[in-house]
Structures are given as structure tokens and as C-alpha cells.
């Protein structure tokens, strides 16, 4: 009867046993039964997701074009019509993703609250890129310049070919594109080359203490007749600026178009030079006068 009873204990062991593995096998079965079964769904979801980012992201694109594309030909201003173009396909793709949120089923109430929560977060730890957001608004509202224009701003000079909503891109006139924080050019002096139809050109020009000043007046007034990217109606000067040190200095200033500034400034500048020549009238230039006491030393 012994022998009986301790046959019995282990069997009855190893049934206690194999009924929580039998359990945890028959868990295991059931999730990878679940997860085969919703599989299809989820992979339906997944796929219609892909399908409206990439439709989506076209149509925000199309749109984005047609748009400036038809501001342009309504001789809209091409910063406003680029900014406008920019903004409807962010928000056109804003749409997109709340669309495909919902397709999984994540309500849009809250993914408002919990982005509301992360963008206060988000801000104060880019609180220079909202600058240059805000300083980009007030560059677009003000419009100190536009596309296409000659600036000096953010320590840089270029003709403006982006104004976007944190960043402005220039190119320079040695073909470098250069990209500033609109922060940078809103927060400091702003100077636009291009903003009047006339820019004058100054050259500066120093004669000969024995030169007449009739005599050079009427020479450099000869000058400007011989530039031909001067504006032919525009008020030009001869300026008699200063009495330097070891000249006579003048100033001949002729208006022309801000295309042809420097066009403009190599013909005055060359003219000038022909016509003292020609006169007869030296420019000053330094000179070092050495002199020696006692006699040289021939050995």
C-alpha cells in the first residue's frame, strides 16, 4: 500500500505541474490567435494611412503651386504669394496627419490638448525659433523689402530670393547663397539697394594744390557726359568736398539705375581719370622724401 501512495505522489507532482504550463502555452496560442486575427485590419489601416500621406502630400504641393502660380500672374508680390503658398500647404498637411490619426482611431480632441501641452513645452525650449517666427510675421507685414531686392541685413549683403517664415535666403553677387535668421535681419538696420528706381554713385577724386578750381570743375562736369549708364535727367553734382592734407578733393556724384551701380562706377571712375589727364592736372599720390646728413660713406 506504500509502494502505492508513493507512486501516486509524483504523478500527481508533475500533473500540478503541466497544468500552468499547459495554461501559459494556451495564453501564448490565444494572443498570436488574436494578433492573426486583427492582422488584416491593421494592415488595411496601415496601408489606407499610406496611401493618404502620399495623396495628401501631393495635393498640398499641387495646390501650393497652383496658387502662387496664379497670384503670379495677377502681378501678386512674390513674397506675399510665396508666403501665402507656404502656409496653405502646412496647413493642407496638418489636415492630412489629424486624417490619419483618426483612421487609427486616436480622437483629435485630444491629440489638441496633448499638442497644446507639448507646443508650451516645445516653446520655451526653442524660443529662438519662435523669434525668428515672430520676426518673419512682422517682415512680411511691414515689408521693409521683397523679393528680389538688393539688401544689407544680418551682416549680410544679397539680393533676397526666399522670405520665408524663420529664415531669409540670399544670393550674393558672387553667386553664394546665404541663409539668415529672420531674427537676425528684423532686430537690426536693414539697408535695400534696390528699393528706389535711381542710386547715385560718389567718386571720390583728390587734385594738385596747383590745379585751378575753375579749370577742374569744368574738366570733372565734362565727365558725365562721357558715362553712358547715367541716368541723362537726373539732378548729377561736382562737389568740392574737402582741402586734404596733401590734395584738393572732389566728389563727382552721378545718378543711374541700381542694376548698372557698378557698371556705372567703373565708367565714372575711369573717366575721371582720362579727363585730369588729358588736362593736364596731377592726382596727389604719397610720396617719401629721404634725406641725408653728412657724406655718404663710398667705401
Given amino acids: 500500500m506504500f509502494s502505492i501512495i508513493a507512486a501516486a505522489a509524483p504523478a500527481a507532482e508533475s500533473a500540478a505541474t503541466a497544468a500552468p504550463a499547459a495554461e501559459s502555452g494556451g495564453g501564448i496560442q490565444a494572443t498570436i490567435e488574436s494578433l492573426l486575427t486583427q ?28 496658387l502662387q502660380k496664379q497670384l503670379d500672374k495677377r502681378s501678386f508680390d512674390k513674397t506675399l504669394s510665396r508666403f501665402f503658398a507656404t502656409m496653405v500647404r502646412t496647413l493642407i498637411l496638418v489636415v492630412v496627419v489629424l486624417a490619419m490619426l483618426s483612421i487609427f482611431g486616436i480622437e483629435t480632441t485630444s491629440v489638441a490638448a496633448v499638442l497644446g501641452a507639448a507646443a508650451f513645452a516645445v516653446g520655451l525650449a526653442l524660443q529662438g525659433s519662435l523669434a525668428n517666427f515672430a520676426a518673419g510675421v512682422m517682415l512680411i507685414v511691414f515689408r521693409p523689402f521683397k523679393v528680389g531686392d538688393l539688401v544689407s541685413a544680418g551682416g ?20 553664394r547663397r546665404i541663409i539668415v535668421p529672420n531674427s537676425a535681419i528684423f532686430g537690426g538696420n536693414i539697408v535695400n539697394m534696390t528699393h528706389h528706381p535711381r542710386r547715385r554713385v560718389d567718386i571720390s577724386v583728390g587734385v594738385d594744390y596747383a590745379a585751378d578750381l575753375d579749370q577742374t570743375r569744368k574738366v570733372l562736369e565734362g565727365v558725365i557726359a562721357n558715362v553712358p549708364s547715367r541716368v541723362p535727367d537726373a539732378p548729377h553734382q561736382i562737389f568740392l568736398s574737402a582741402l586734404g592734407g596733401s590734395s584738393v578733393d572732389w ?14 562706377w567703373q565708367e565714372t571712375t575711369a573717366a575721371t581719370k582720362k579727363a585730369l589727364d588729358a588736362a593736364g592736372i596731377s592726382i596727389p599720390f604719397p610720396q617719401m622724401d629721404v634725406h641725408l646728413d653728412g657724406k655718404l660713406d663710398k667705401s
Avoid: Q, S
Fill in 39 to 66: 492582422l488584416p485590419e491593421w494592415g488595411m489601416k496601415i496601408l489606407g494611412v499610406l496611401v493618404l500621406f502620399i495623396i495628401g502630400k501631393w495635393i498640398a504641393g499641387r495646390f501650393a503651386k497652383m
Fill in 251 to 264: 566728389e563727382v556724384r552721378i545718378w543711374t539705375k541700381p542694376a548698372d551701380y557698378w557698371t556705372c
Fill in 156 to 175: 549680410e549683403v544679397g539680393v533676397v530670393d526666399v522670405l520665408g517664415l524663420f529664415t531669409t535666403t540670399l544670393d550674393t553677387p558672387d553667386n
